[in-house]
């Protein structure tokens, strides 16, 4: 074994570590070197929304010694940015094995280094977490959560003042406070326990009420509220509120899914907890086709993701992608404002540079500002409080099911998402029409768009580096056509340049740096490669776009886009 691997294991084995995980360490090393080497090959590494890892011992796994050591590093840089002030901290996590540990863990840490804590009582949905921060004016957060990863993960997100997840500069600075942690001797662990204060059922409340103002059609609400609604969890925290935030808009018929509403770390229904995943949501759509039902919602384990499944005209179950769900939801938003008479000049709305470009086409036709910015909530957090008391944000998304309306909080929220795409499909019913319809006439007003996503997965000590060969690789030798198309920009976030590979001409991206690359053809068709942050993938995004001239065209227009994105899958070499 590498002589800097059986360095770390023996520092775990003869250190200030609980005899269970020594014990484990051992039955490794019994059993399979590889594990060993993969449980301790590195640190795993704080990036800019924290930690996430498969569980178990280990430098590279989560466990409490590697959220411990964490938390006294993100203490530490709390109590240098604050100094003498009062601290406080929310605390939030998922229905993962091992979250409430993990919270607890974090909260104990937190109270040692004399920061007040708010630890909520049991479980409950990541977006409560943003508001809360906000709500009692707390410095910082942390919800322990691998979102919608398998269930042998678990994470810790790192959230700032503004309920927002950790930005620069303070994103790095935490990094190097975490990384300053050499050893878990540095770690306060315990001595706190009168700075943990539980948060319960009020603070839910209090989060209900800002949901419920968020309604525009109350009304047409009352004239719908038998909408069939159907609703999964698929085990996680979204069954905390969800339901009670329908019944609180009005909503009288809502069906849950009950073998998915247990809440169960192992997902038991399920290969992936993941609304964006077919199967996941496969439940759902079963029951909502017996209950001839309206609409199905889902939501990932830390409810901050929702997927939607809705019928077309022939009475066929089709689930919509991220973009498709962000394009109903910002129209909507947008729209209805209009149409009430509460829409300002200075509203405006945020989306991120691989999400559909149809919301800016939508935008701009209502006089809203669409602003773009990197992947990563975040970001659109971070506008929106850089814009307030200035513009009025309405609504943010992103393409990978992610969803944020009203300025309350500064997360993903899939609990205010399904409220409000429910009062969406109540307001297209109440109309005579369905949301499927609604859809494909925007396409119509507006052009077909069509996306799609490829990820590719590198797993194992070589998979990083192969990653970055293959975003190296696009950067030194760009294509200059795609699928028999030119390629006539490449914009490189990372070197914040973007480029006219046809006039050669030059300008400056003003982002701050992302290792993405995107390349944009000659017919408006957009393909954009990311590395994902927090897992061991490449993402591939793609986004072709045609006139189309009437609904009856619909079917006809998709086919031809569909044959489009695999042709330019085909060309890139990525299947």
């Known amino acids: 074994m590498d002589a800097a691997i059986l360095e770390k294991v023996n520092v775990w084995l003869n250190g200030n570590y609980d005899q269970a995980t020594k014990d484990e360490i051992k039955r490794l090393q019994e059993s399979s070197a590889d594990d060993v080497a993969e449980a301790f090959y590195r640190s795993l590494e704080f990036g800019t929304g924290g930690l996430r890892g498969i569980m178990g011992v280990g430098t590279n796994r989560i466990n409490k010694y590697t959220i411990g050591m964490a938390t006294q590093g993100f203490a530490n840089y709390l109590k240098k940015v604050y100094g003498n002030a009062e601290i406080k901290v929310a605390i939030a996590h998922d229905c993962r094995n091992n979250s409430r540990f993990f919270a607890e863990t974090t909260a104990n840490v937190f109270a040692a280094n004399g920061i007040k804590v708010y630890l909520f009582e049991d479980l409950r949905p990541t977006p409560e977490l943003s508001f809360t921060i906000r709500r009692l004016g707390c410095q910082a957060g942390v919800v322990l959560t691998a979102s919608h990863n398998p269930k042998e993960y678990n994470g810790y997100k790192a959230y700032w003042n503004d309920g927002g997840q950790l930005v620069p500069p303070h994103d790095n600075n935490v990094i190097i406070e975490v990384d300053a942690i050499k050893s878990v001797d540095e770690v306060l662990w315990s001595g706190g326990e009168e700075n943990i204060s539980i948060l319960g059922k009020g603070m839910d409340e209090a989060f209900i009420d800002m949901v419920k103002g968020l309604s525009i059609y109350p009304e047409v609400i009352e004239k719908q509220k038998d909408l069939k609604i159907v609703y999964t969890s698929i085990h996680g925290t979204g069954i905390t509120l969800v339901p009670q935030v329908l019944e609180r808009f009005g909503f009288t018929n809502v069906s849950v899914v009950e073998e998915q509403a247990v809440v169960d ?18 439940m759902g ?3 909502a086709k017996e209950l001839d039902a309206d609409i199905l919602l889902g939501t990932d384990p830390d409810a901050d ?17 991220g973009n498709q769900t962000a394009v109903l939801a910002f129209n909507y938003m947008i729209e209805a404002r209009k149409a009430k008479g509460i829409a300002k000049p200075t509203d405006m709305v945020i989306k991120t540079i691989v999400t559909t470009n149809l919301i800016d086409d939508i935008a701009a036709a209502n006089g809203v500002t669409c602003y773009n910015v990197l992947t990563g909530f975040k970001w659109i957090a971070e506008l929106i409080t850089e814009k ?18 009203g300025d309350k909080l500064r997360d993903k929220d899939a609990v205010s998402a399904v409220a409000i795409l429910s009062e969406m499909a109540a307001y297209e019913k109440n109309q005579g029409r369905s949301l499927f319809e609604k859809l494909v006439d925007l396409y119509v007003q507006y052009g077909y768009y ?23 690789g696009f950067r030194d030798n760009p294509p200059t056509t795609i699928a028999g198309t030119p390629v006539t920009q490449l914009l490189d976030y990372q070197l914040q340049v973007g480029k006219n590979l046809q006039s ?24 954009s490669a990311r590395p994902s942050g927090t897992e061991p993938k490449i993402k591939f995004y793609f986004s072709v776009k045609t006139p189309m001239e009437s609904v009856g065209k619909f079917e006809e227009t998709e086919k031809k886009m569909d044959e489009k994105i695999q042709a330019i899958i085909s060309d890139l070499k990525l299947k």
């Open 450 to 472: 069509k996306e799609s996503l490829i990820s590719i997965t590198k797993k194992g000590m070589r998979g990083a580096e192969e990653i970055a060969e293959m975003m190296q």
């Open 285 to 287: 759509v079963q029951k």
């Open 305 to 321: 993701r929702v997927g939607i499944a809705i019928k077309n005209p022939k009475g066929e179950w089709v689930l919509m992608n």
């Open 265 to 282: 770390g192992n997902f038991p229904t399920v290969v992936y907890p993941n609304p964006e995943e077919s199967e996941a949501m496969s």
């Open 504 to 527: 050669g001409n030059v300008w400056d991206i003003q982002l701050p740096k992302s290792n993405v690359l995107q390349f944009v053809l000659e017919d408006g068709s957009k393909i």
């Open 388 to 405: 307030l008391g200035k513009e009025d944000y309405i609504i943010g998304g992103e393409e990978s099911y992610g969803l944020s309306i």
